[in-house]
């Protein structure tokens, strides 16, 4: 039966599993709105901004595996929009971002709020794809989802001319398309690495990347590591990945490491690069290991051949599913006692890991994440603007293996707020903490308004310490006591949240942070706190004196 191209696409979407979209609307997928409205299988959320549709569409593709969707206008709200499309490129996200377009016969006239897409995200998308001819609504939906969730996953563009949304054309809603993936590890090739293995004393297994995050990969990376007497380091915002008290935990590669620690990784013999593209956050700024030849031997496994050899040269490169590949080396168990490494590994980072109130007295978010430690539930879902107030999450957190971590590799602010509506969405049964800078939250925190609409149950912890932390922080390293451009005057933020419908909280002493948090998960309803830092606690590792003197 002929039907409206919106109607096809929204079949379309329901064909492949969509059960929600973030949008704001604009006047040039009215159709596609229209189409929606009748939609049983597909919930549309309306947000504020259109950076919080598409941050919302990214955190819901992490939490799924599958692309989170996102619908915006052009022009205006295709430029705001953007910001996620470079997130999910840096982290590995898989997300289509569907915007309305001019019509056809104005394209390439720099008609009214017109933009080339092609060349707008030409350099972070994987694919952009304009829709000419209605009959192909299919074919190039069920492209976008392959091409968005194959090694490795990441953000396609779909562009929708406005008269195109209401040509009839009889075309059937195709079925989703395999996508494709790396079969199992050749038994030569596993043989090389076990020998590698077998011969390394102080071998560490560096993990991470957007595929090793299901309860599968954690288990296969557990595994693979006991089998094997592993220790693991997880790349940046990966730390969820591994129990952070097991005594093969190495820590979490973030930025700024002190060096000693950079130092204890690099006395290792055998580097074994597992899922992770070795970005300059994980890798230190490419010197852990050290590009382009590390100083060990180095075994690179990832499912996507671009990733490999592109600054490292790995003495032994091979294509494969992460995961297949672990489960392929916990089937063949090796030398499993490296006692003395793994304790070298692990030791400091117990040592830091349990938090204790600095002697100064000041606030920082260490007491929150200290008494979250010992009342979220085994499940919680943690979501992380980027800022160093999440430092201490990183820290003293000990994550179980079962809790999941929402953060932003690719370091953008303002992915917390929306990231945690679509985790309280996507998982109304779990906690829901979210941990955001007094920064992040007045860029897009305003989708605390969605929460409130849709009954997401988000708890915010506010660091409120009137300062772009982080840049406040390299400045004071890099132009001692020239402070610009980096102070803020901010609002009450708990009056701020109770005027959304949140539940308001202020937390200004340390011996407060139990209290708080205990009533902050009690609620049943989205919670703001408002938690007065100091800024002189610049970082779990500095404080502005230590900067300056
Ligand atoms: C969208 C965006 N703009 C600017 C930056 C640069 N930047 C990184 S951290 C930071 C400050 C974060 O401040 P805040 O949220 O208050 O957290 P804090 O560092 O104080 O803990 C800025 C401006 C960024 N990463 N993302």
């Given at each position: ?224 590591s006991?089998?094997?007497g592993l220790p ?15 005594p093969h935990y190495a ?86 006692k490296r006692a003395e490494w793994t304790r070298t590994l692990h ?203």
């Amino acid at each position: 039966m002929p039907r409206r191209a919106a109607d096809l696409l929204v079949d379309c979407l329901a064909a492949h599993g969509v059960d929600r979209v973030y949008c704001v609307p604009g006047e040039s997928y009215l159709a596609v709105l229209d189409a929606l409205h009748d939609s049983n299988a597909i919930q549309t959320v309306v947000c504020r901004h259109e950076s919080g549709a598409g941050f919302a569409a990214v955190g819901d593709g992490k939490l799924t595996g599958r692309p989170g969707i996102a619908f915006v206008s052009r022009g205006p709200g295709a430029t705001n929009a953007s910001i996620a499309v470079h997130v999910a490129e840096q982290d590995a996200a898989p997300l289509i971002l569907f915007i309305g377009q001019v019509p056809r016969e104005e394209i390439g006239r720099h008609s009214f709020q017109e933009i080339d897409y092609g060349k707008m995200f030409g350099d972070i998308a994987k694919g952009v794809h304009l829709i000419q001819d209605a009959r192909r609504v299919p074919e190039i939906v069920a492209r976008a989802f392959v091409e968005a969730m194959s090694p490795t996953p990441g953000p396609v563009i779909v562009v929708l001319p406005e008269d195109m949304q209401e040509d009839v054309v009889e075309a059937k809603a195709t079925e989703p398309v395999p996508v494709p993936h790396g079969g199992p590890v050749a038994a030569e090739e596993m043989e090389k690495i076990l020998s590698r293995l077998a011969q390394a004393e102080r071998p560490l297994l560096i993990a991470g990347g957007a595929g090793l995050g299901t309860a599968r990969g954690r288990t296969a990376l557990r595994q693979a590591s006991e089998a094997h007497g592993l220790p693991v380091a997880l790349t940046f915002k990966r730390q969820d990945y591994f129990p952070n008290t097991h005594p093969h935990y190495a820590g979490h590669l973030g930025f700024k490491m002190p060096k000693v620690a950079v130092d204890r990784y690099l006395q290792s013999d055998l580097i074994l690069a597992v899922g992770t593209r070795l970005g300059e956050a994980t890798t230190q700024g490419y010197t852990l290991p050290a590009a382009p030849h590390p100083r060990q031997p180095m075994i690179h496994v990832h499912d996507d051949a671009r990733q490999i050899g592109r600054n490292y040269a790995a003495a032994h490169a091979l294509i494969a599913d992460p995961i297949l590949f672990l489960e392929a080396l916990a089937a063949q168990p090796g030398k499993s006692k490296r006692a003395e490494w793994t304790r070298t590994l692990h030791e400091p980072v117990a040592k830091t890991m349990a938090w204790s109130a600095p002697a100064d007295g000041l606030l920082d978010m260490g007491p929150v994440v200290a008494a979250l430690a010992k009342s979220v539930e085994k499940d919680a879902i943690f979501v992380t603007d980027a800022g160093n107030f999440a430092g201490w999450l990183h820290r003293h957190f000990p994550f179980s293996g079962e809790h999941t971590l929402v953060g932003c590799v690719g370091g953008a602010m303002g992915i917390g707020m929306p990231a945690a509506v679509a985790a309280a969405l996507r998982h109304p049964g779990r906690q829901v903490i979210l941990f955001l800078g007094d920064g992040g939250a007045l860029m897009t925190g305003s989708e605390v308004a969605t929460a409130v609409q849709y009954g997401a149950k988000v708890k915010a912890f506010i660091s409120n310490n009137g300062s772009y932390g982080t840049i406040r922080m390299h400045q004071e390293a890099a132009y001692k006591r020239r402070v610009h451009g980096t102070d803020l005057a901010n609002p009450n933020f708990a009056k701020w949240g109770a005027s959304f419908g949140a539940l308001g909280l202020t937390l200004n002493k340390i011996a407060d942070a139990p209290k708080i948090v205990e009533q902050t998960l009690a609620h049943d309803g989205c919670v703001v706190v408002d938690v007065v830092t100091a800024v002189e606690h610049i970082s779990p590792f500095a404080t502005i004196s230590s900067l300056r003197g």
